[in-house]
C-alpha cells in the first residue's frame, strides 16, 4: 500500500541551483497535483494535472515547471531556487474531484533554500 | 486574497471542551472537505459534504455544509490531545477541476 510516494524528505539547495521532486502513485489516479506548505500555513496549489500529457497552473507557478508523461508519476522541478521557495511541498493524486474523492497526500519534502 | 477564510487561525483548549471552526467564502463550491494535519505529516480526509445544508457526523466531529454551499463549520465535541493538529477546509468550485485550500486552523486541545 505505497499510495503517493514523494523523494527527497529533506534537501537543501543553494541560491541559483536546480532540483526536481519526484512524486510517483500507485492508485492509477488520473488527477495528480502539487502543493506548497508555507510554516504556519494552509496549501498553496502549485501546478496540477487531470492525465497524463495534461498539466495547468495553480495559485502559485511561478518558478516551478511540471510534467506528466505518464499515469504514475508527477515530478516538479525548480529551477534558479531562490529563497522565497523554501518550503514543504506535499505530491497529491485523486480521482476526478468533481464527485468529492479523496486526495491523497504524500509525506511531503522538506526544501530550504540557502 | 484568500478565497476560503477559516477562523479562528490558532485554537488552544482545555481537553473536554467543546469548539467549533469555521470555513467561509464569498463563492459557492460544488463540495467541500475537511482534512486534518499532524505535525511532519501529509493531511488527511475527514469528511466530504456536497449537500446545502448537509450535516455529517464522525464520533465527536459534526460537520456542516451551509445552505448556500459558501461554508462550512466543524464543531468537535468534548475534545481530547489527540484531536490536535492543523484543520484545513478544501473547496471544489463548479467551474474548476482542482481543490482549492483555506489557510487552516491549528488546534492544541491540553490535556
Known amino acids: 500500500n505505497a499510495g503517493v510516494t514523494q523523494t527527497p524528505k529533506f534537501r537543501i539547495l543553494k541560491i541559483g541551483q536546480s532540483m526536481t521532486l519526484q512524486c510517483t502513485q500507485d492508485?492509477?489516479?488520473?488527477?495528480m497535483y502539487w502543493y506548497r506548505q508555507d510554516p504556519g500555513m494552509g496549501l498553496k496549489l502549485i501546478y496540477y494535472?487531470?492525465?497524463?500529457?495534461?498539466?495547468d497552473k495553480g495559485e502559485v507557478p511561478n518558478g516551478y515547471n511540471v510534467s506528466r508523461s505518464t499515469t504514475e508519476d508527477f515530478p516538479l522541478r525548480l529551477e534558479l531556487a531562490a529563497p522565497s521557495q523554501t518550503s514543504v511541498y506535499f505530491c497529491?493524486?485523486?480521482?476526478?474531484?468533481?464527485?468529492?474523492?479523496?486526495?491523497?497526500f504524500g509525506e511531503g519534502s522538506w526544501l530550504t533554500v540557502v | 486574497t484568500q478565497l476560503l477564510e477559516q477562523s479562528p487561525q490558532f485554537l488552544s483548549i482545555q481537553e473536554g471542551e467543546n469548539l467549533t471552526v469555521y470555513c467561509n467564502s464569498s463563492?459557492?463550491?460544488?463540495?467541500l472537505q475537511w482534512y486534518r494535519q499532524e505535525p511532519g505529516e501529509g493531511p488527511v480526509l475527514l469528511v466530504t459534504?456536497?449537500?446545502?445544508?448537509e450535516v455529517k457526523k464522525l464520533k465527536r466531529l459534526t460537520f456542516q455544509f451551509g445552505d448556500a454551499r459558501k461554508d462550512s463549520s466543524l464543531h468537535i465535541t468534548a475534545a481530547q490531545p489527540g484531536d490536535t493538529g492543523l484543520y484545513l477546509c478544501?473547496?471544489?468550485?463548479?467551474?474548476?477541476?482542482?481543490?482549492?485550500f483555506g489557510p487552516g486552523t491549528s488546534l492544541s486541545v491540553i490535556p
Open positions: 492508485m492509477n489516479h488520473n488527477y
Open positions: 478544501a473547496g471544489l468550485k463548479t467551474s474548476y477541476d482542482k481543490v482549492i
Open positions: 497529491a493524486s485523486s480521482r476526478p474531484v468533481d464527485r468529492g474523492n479523496t486526495i491523497y
Open positions: 463563492s459557492v463550491f460544488s463540495s
Open positions: 494535472s487531470v492525465g497524463a500529457g495534461i498539466t
Open positions: 459534504v456536497v449537500t446545502g445544508g
